[in-house]
């Protein structure tokens, strides 16, 4: 498949690429947020070998970041209770798409990494036996993507935004989600199929049969593009 490759720092790329690479200015960790995901909310009693850890690991985290989501805009054809159908022949299954994606018109996939620098970096730190410092950077590199994605969906709404739209929350393969008391789940086996569009271009992203992916840093997800009105 050849696609043409954009790449964008915000919303610089057109609404109308069917395909692209977004790559954020800056993904910021506060040594705060790695705290308080582990349990230390008041920073005033955080041992101060805990707190220079932290500051440490995120300056360390920045430094070892590539972040980067590539995505895909594909239209619907069929969504119903069984699924998502997508231009191209693209099939995703999970009663989650009636309610969380319905009348959307288009669809974002996106496959998101930091970067495997930090994958190795989390492994030295196992091998030298500094289990706190692993623990952080793996805390840090999970904030990173978290907000790399919020990032995204910025840019997502801007777009939609100017074509008539508004943008959905990110479903993700392997996720649960409640719709009327039931737990309905998204099977992580179709990873296969978000890589599927992708096909024929190169990614930083490696699925492996487990349906893990690597680097560790990495996630999937959709995107569905609404009428507002």
């Known amino acids: ?17 069917r395909y692209g690479v977004f790559k954020p200015a800056e993904v910021i960790i506060r040594p705060d947020q790695i705290l308080r995901v582990h349990g230390y909310k008041d920073r005033a009693r955080v041992r101060p070998v805990i707190r220079a850890a932290a500051e440490a690991i995120g300056q360390r985290a920045q430094s070892l970041f590539a972040p980067e989501i590539h995505y895909r805009r594909l239209a619907v054809r069929v969504l119903d209770d069984d699924g998502l159908i997508l231009d191209g022949g693209l099939v995703f299954r999970s009663e989650a798409f009636a309610h969380f994606l319905d ?13 495997s620098a930090l994958d190795r970096e989390v492994i030295a730190h196992m091998e030298r036996f500094e289990p706190l410092e692993a623990l952080f950077l793996e805390t840090a590199g999970w904030l990173g993507i978290e907000n790399m994605t919020k990032q995204f969906g910025g840019v997502l709404r801007e777009w939609a935004q100017a074509e008539g739209y508004r943008v959905t929350c990110r479903l993700g393969p392997g996720y649960d989600y409640r719709i009327s008391g039931r737990s309905i789940t998204w099977s992580l086996e179709e990873q296969e199929r978000i890589f599927a569009a992708f096909e024929g271009i190169a990614l930083p992203v490696t699925l492996l049969p487990s349906c893990v992916m690597l680097p560790k840093m990495s996630r999937t997800g959709i995107f569905g593009f609404v009428p507002a009105y």
């Open 1 to 17: 498949m050849q696609t043409p490759r954009v790449e964008t720092n915000r919303a610089i790329d057109p609404p109308t690429a």
């Open 103 to 115: 009348k959307a018109r288009e669809i974002v996939v996106a496959i998101a990494t930091m970067g």
